[in-house]
């Protein structure tokens, strides 16, 4: 939650004071708002200040929740569940870098999925971490979806083409694609993600339906420079937000819809398989200035 109290609750009879603003100002880089939102917000408030229309927290609060809405359309359009075509299954690439929460996520939107009659297979293209490919097919048991997987360094392409193959032949309605964690730097990784998304698209026109960025909350900043070195490398439909529950710092969220007009598509929120929720900017808004 960022903390609204402003720093003297006299100066509300003449309006907002510098201090205040400044505390905010302060308020919303450490939320990591980042430095364009932040600047954006708070002259908006200074604005507003001026004509005498901040008096109260509670003017503050709509002002800037009002604000914040905006930059949040600014990354597309209110997001709705992942895309599926009117005929085959809809795939979706879970993408990001090391640790993120990638293959936890992949499972939890299984379980989503199956939870609303879907039927859900999960292909693991890690064949490179010794026990990637177990823990994937763990959560596959754990929430009833289908499991394809590949010989341990075997290539993560033919892994995803094999998981195409059964999820049209067996008539599935989801395919959600897991990846091995890289770096951006890592120039052949970022390569073999081109690869693995050309061959889906050759065997199912259309496909994939959804490259999602996995991101950590506590990130922060370094979800920009992520977002655009994924980006570079597959056309990215949405991120997801990851630990949320971990993270003071919701602000990026704002940053990244703004900066990357990227949509937020879900948060993580633990890691049960229950904990996933559909991003709202009503929901968020509520949650982060109360
Ligand atoms: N609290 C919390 N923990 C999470 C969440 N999502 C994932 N985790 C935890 O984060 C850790 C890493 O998750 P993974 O799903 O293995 O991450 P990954 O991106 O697949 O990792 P690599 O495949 O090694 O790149 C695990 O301990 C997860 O349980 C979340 O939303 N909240
Ligand atoms: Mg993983």
């Known amino acids: 939650m960022v903390d609204l109290a402003l720093t003297d609750a006299r100066t509300l009879q003449n309006g907002i004071d510098e201090a205040s603003i400044e505390r905010l100002e302060r308020t919303l880089l450490e939320s990591d ?6 600047m954006e917000l708070v002259a908006e408030l200074e604005r507003a200040a001026e004509r005498g229309k ?26 709705a569940e992942l895309e599926r075509p009117a005929e085959g299954p809809g795939v979706t690439l879970v993408l990001g870098v090391n640790g993120t929460g990638k293959t936890t996520t992949a499972g939890k939107l299984a379980w989503r999925f199956i939870q609303r009659g879907e039927k859900v297979l999960l292909a693991a293209t890690d064949t490179f971490r010794a026990g990637a490919q177990k823990q994937l097919r763990i959560w596959a048991e754990r929430v009833g979806a289908g499991y394809v997987g590949g010989r341990e360094g075997g290539d993560p392409a ?79 439909t949405g991120l997801i937000v990851a630990k949320f529950d971990s993270s003071a710092r919701a602000g990026t969220i704002v940053s990244v819809a703004r900066e990357l007009s990227l949509p937020v598509r879900y948060l993580g929120t633990g890691e049960r398989p229950e904990d996933l929720e559909l991003f709202g900017a009503d929901h968020y808004l509520a949650k982060i200035f109360g």
């Open 158 to 236: 033919a892994v995803a083409y094999d998981a195409l193959e059964a999820a049209l032949s067996r008539d599935y309605d989801r395919l959600l694609v897991d990846t091995a964690g890289r770096l951006h730097t890592q120039r052949n990784l970022m390569e073999e993600l081109g690869k693995i998304d050309r061959v889906l698209g050759r065997l199912q026109p259309g496909a994939p339906h959804e490259r999602i960025l996995v991101v950590d909350a506590t990130s922060g900043q370094n979800v920009l420079s992520q977002a655009a070195a994924f980006g570079a490398a597959v056309a990215l």
């Open 54 to 79: 901040v008096r109260t927290e509670e003017d503050l609060r709509t002002l800037l929740s009002g604000r914040v809405r905006e930059m949040l359309l600014e990354g597309g359009p209110e997001p």
């Open 33 to 38: 708002f980042g430095v364009p939102a932040t």
